[in-house]
């Protein structure tokens, strides 16, 4: 694939996904604001609203507003910045698969970053999914795309691939 449709793919993954993302979390936050959970799917799917202060599983959320905003929005943002800058200039030289998984990571560090910045250092959240009592963590649209990328870049390196990690 040519430098220009490498570009192409990882501009249209992020748009897409950060598009996605934003338009679920403003739906969920229209709609589930003032309602009980909706169940789904005989209980396999929730859908409530949370905001979460913290990572992934809400983990950091105890930790003070200070210590929050520093390592969830500015080391995260830096972070972010670093992944775009090496994209940007090792995109001929990754393989597709580890492109689109650094694309996925980065679409939905974006999106997750864009809720902090508007919504007080909070992301939203509105997914939970399990059996019974067997249920994961409330997620957006941004932590699937996330997991996706680790995945992703888990099947690369794997699979033997180079420049995977």
């Not at 507003?65 to 200039?89: D, E, H, K």
């Amino acid at each position: 694939m040519s430098r220009v449709g490498r570009v192409l793919v990882l501009l249209f993954v992020l748009f897409a996904l950060v598009a996605c993302d934003q338009g679920t979390k403003s739906i969920a936050q229209n709609h589930l604001s003032t309602t009980e959970p909706i169940i789904l799917l005989n209980g396999m799917v929730r859908l409530q609203l949370m905001e979460n202060p913290g990572a992934f599983l809400s983990l950091g959320a105890a930790l003070p507003p200070m210590a929050q905003f520093w390592i969830f929005t500015i080391l995260v943002g830096a972070i972010l910045i670093g992944a775009t800058i090496y994209l940007v200039r090792e995109t001929h030289r990754i393989p597709v698969v580890t492109l689109i998984a650094i694309a996925l990571l980065l679409g939905g560090g974006i999106g997750n970053l864009i809720d902090r910045l508007v919504n007080e250092g909070r992301v939203i959240d509105f997914m939970n999914v399990g059996i019974g009592s067997l249920r994961t963590g409330v997620f957006n649209v941004a932590d699937m795309a996330i997991m996706a990328g680790v995945g992703l870049i888990m099947l690369s390196a794997l699979r033997g691939d180079r420049t995977a990690a």
